[in-house]
């Protein structure tokens, strides 16, 4: 059965090793900010929500292991990390993942709505993700809070 709880210092190695695995930007991964879907001892999947120098606030580095994908792993770890959440918060994906992101309220958006750190981002990210045929997005979410939630 898998739960979720907050890294530990120990797990750093994990969250690093997970990362290379799942081939996704390696920046920035500290264990303070991670997440991890544990089953039995096992981390099976991580995601974190990173804060950038501009004040933007970014869903990351959302992983699973491979023989555990499809089992609606990281869709808990998303809606663990977001219910912590107000505001706006951004992501990056590759454009496959589009739809799989629609499901939580993200929707893709254009430069002009991007803060200037994804901007940058966007511009080089897209230099890269042309060779592997794809396109890099930038997507938002804008989650405005109540009391009551």
Known sequence: MIHLRP?????????ERMIHDAGINPMSLDWQRFVIADDDGK?????????????????????V???RRGQGIASEIIHHLLAQESGVV???????????YNRFGF????RNEMTTYF????????????LAKTEMLVMKLDRQRTKDQ
């Open 7 to 15: 890294a530990t210092e120990q797990d750093q190695k994990t969250i």
């Open 65 to 67: 292991i491979p023989e």
């Open 43 to 63: 981390a099976v999947g991580i995601g974190q929500v990173k804060q950038h120098g501009d004040g933007s606030r970014e869903l990351a580095s959302i992983a």
């Open 119 to 130: 901007r940058r981002l966007y511009r080089i990210g897209n230099i890269f993700a042309r």
């Open 90 to 100: 951004y992501l990056t994906c590759r454009s496959q993942l589009e739809t799989f």
């Open 107 to 110: 929707r893709k958006i254009g």
